[in-house]
């Protein structure tokens, strides 16, 4: 559980990081 954790938290931070460079992206 604890590695399924870890991917969730990883996966999350890369969809987190790709959400904000596209809307930094779209501003500009």
Same mark, same amino acid.
């Not at 604890?2 to 501003?27: F, I, P, R, S, Y």
């Given at each position: %559980?604890? =590695? &399924? +954790?870890? @991917? %969730?938290? %990883? +996966? $999350?931070? @890369? *969809? @987190? $990081? #790709? #959400? +904000? &460079? #596209? $809307? +930094? *992206?779209? =501003?500009?």
């Amino acid at each position: %559980t604890k =590695k &399924a +954790l870890c @991917v %969730t938290m %990883t +996966l $999350g931070a @890369v *969809l @987190v $990081g #790709a #959400a +904000l &460079a #596209a $809307g +930094l *992206l779209w =501003k500009f």
